[in-house]
C-alpha cells in the first residue's frame, strides 16, 4: 500500500480509519447501556438493615454530556496543527522531486499538514479525555458503593 500511496496519505487513511471506527464502538456501547438501563432495575433481595435506594443501586452516569474544549485542548490542537505542518513539509521535501516545489505546493503542504495535524491532535486528545473522564466516574461510583457495604 506504501508504493500506492504517499506514508502521510496513509497515515490519513488509518487516523480516518480509527476515528469511524472508534466512533461506531462507542455508539453501540451507548446504545447497548442506555437500552440497559430503560428499565427499572429490581435490586437482588439483601438483608433488611442495609437496603440500597434507588440513587445507589443504578446510580445515573453522565457519560451521554458533553464538555467544552479546555484550553488544553486547544493548545494540543494548536501544537499538533503546527507539527503536522512542519512532518508534511519535511516529508514532502524529502519524497517529491525539487522542481515541483514552488510557492503554492509549499503553502498547499503547510495547510493540508496543519489540517491533517490539527484534525489528529484533536480526535486523540478528545479520545483521551472521553476514557479519562469515564475512568473517573466509573473510580468514583464504584468507591462510592463499595463503601456502602
Known sequence: MAKLVSPIASAALILFSLTVFGHVAGNY???RLKRRGTGSPKPL???EEDPL???EYA???QLGE???ISRFGYGVTAVMAILGAIAVVIAGS???PQEIWKPNVFALCL???AALGGIGGLTIFHFAWQLFQSWR???RHSSSTTTRR
Request: proline residues 8%; glycine residues 8%.
Open 94 to 96: 524529502y519524497w517529491s
Open 29 to 31: 456501547v451507548g446504545t
Open 66 to 68: 458533553t464538555t467544552r
Open 137 to 139: 466516574q466509573a473510580m
Open 45 to 47: 433481595p439483601q438483608a
Open 53 to 55: 435506594s434507588d440513587d
Open 111 to 113: 495547510a493540508s499538514g
Open 59 to 61: 446510580p445515573r452516569m
